[in-house]
């Protein structure tokens, strides 16, 4: 039997090593990076979302960093379509794909399908958009326990972006959010996938990123939001939204002093750090490695594909 073509994913909590795991794999054959990272898109923000440096994106192509504006949107079926196609450009070269990044709904929508959840109108966005304003998204998420219980224990009663959504889609397609993710048709990328990932125990990650953060910050990820807010004023758009970004927005806009903004961005990267652990433990099929232990996981990559030859 024939098996679908093989793609690298390297995955696993924000700052630990995947760049450098995949380039250790890229030093043994002929291999591209595809970023699957939703900050890591935004090409005003380089530092501040830890895009690979210009070294690192000599050592083989990267793809998918640093191309969308400030004010555009990335969103899960967007970026597999996107990926997709950038696997495909890779394979023609006769190239073997490694996906590495920390944003898991976006590689599992690519492995597993996404729901085909029909575009929404925007006057039914707008009006969810005026209730979450004037009410706030726990009367959302109260209506959400009705149509969408099983939905509704999933996801915080304060999460404004999740509500609106599951809002949104039961009002244009009187489908909930359950019934899009369960029941209808997902196309799932036709890839066989090595999953591998880096398991490190929160507490001992903690440090490490506190003192990344204390190196972006040396190194001009303040000057890189001037710059960027200089082209893009709009708080509520979506590049602004990410980690690090948000904290030295609320600086610029004197609404945190640059200590608080520190402080925060500290804080909300362990808090990211820790859902992306949880969401990953819960993925099947990954093969873990401490960060830094890549000549294993080079090793691992290269006896996995030659069983494709």
């Known amino acids: 039997m024939s098996r679908k073509p093989p793609i690298v994913c ?32 935004y090409r005003d923000f380089p530092l501040i979302t830890a895009q690979p440096v210009a070294e690192e994106q000599a050592a083989c192509p990267h793809l998918l960093y ?7 949107k990335m969103t899960a079926a967007r970026f597999v379509a996107m990926a997709v196609d950038k696997i495909e450009e890779v394979r023609a070269q006769g190239r073997l794909p490694i996906l590495v990044g920390g944003t898991g709904m976006y590689l599992r929508s690519l492995l597993s399908g996404i729901a085909p959840i029909p575009e929404i109108p925007a006057e039914i966005r707008q009006q969810v958009l005026n209730r979450i304003k004037a009410e706030g998204p726990q009367v959302l998420h109260a209506e959400l326990t009705q149509t969408d219980p099983d939905y509704a224990a999933k996801i915080h009663q304060n999460d404004t972006q999740r509500n609106a959504r599951a809002a949104e889609v039961y009002l244009a397609t ?40 204390g190196v ?11 710059a960027a807010y200089a082209k893009c004023a ?39 750090a820790k859902r992306q652990i949880t969401w990953f433990k819960k993925e099947s099929d990954i093969h873990w490695f401490a960060p830094g232990d890549n000549a294993a996981i080079a090793d691992l990559a290269e006896q996995w594909l030659a069983e494709f030859k």
Request: glycine share 8%; aromatic share 6%.
């Open 216 to 226: 972006m910050l040396e190194q001009g990820a303040v000057d890189e939001a001037v």
């Open 174 to 213: 009187g489908k909930n959010m359950t019934w899009w993710h369960t029941e209808s048709e997902h196309a799932p990328a036709p890839y066989e996938a090595l999953k591998i990932g880096m398991k490190i125990d929160l507490n001992e990650l903690t440090p490490h990123l506190a003192k990344r953060i």
């Open 66 to 72: 640093g191309f969308l504006e400030t004010e555009e």
């Open 234 to 272: 709009d708080p509520e758009a979506p590049g602004w939204t990410g980690i690090g970004c948000a904290e030295l927005l609320a600086f610029l806009r004197d609404e945190l002093s640059m200590d608080d903004a520190r402080d925060k961005w500290i804080k909300n990267t362990r808090a990211y």
């Open 10 to 41: 390297l995955l696993g909590p924000t700052g630990t090593g995947k760049t450098a795991a995949a380039i250790a794999i890229a030093k043994r054959m002929d291999a591209s990076v595809i970023n699957f990272d939703s900050r890591q898109v």
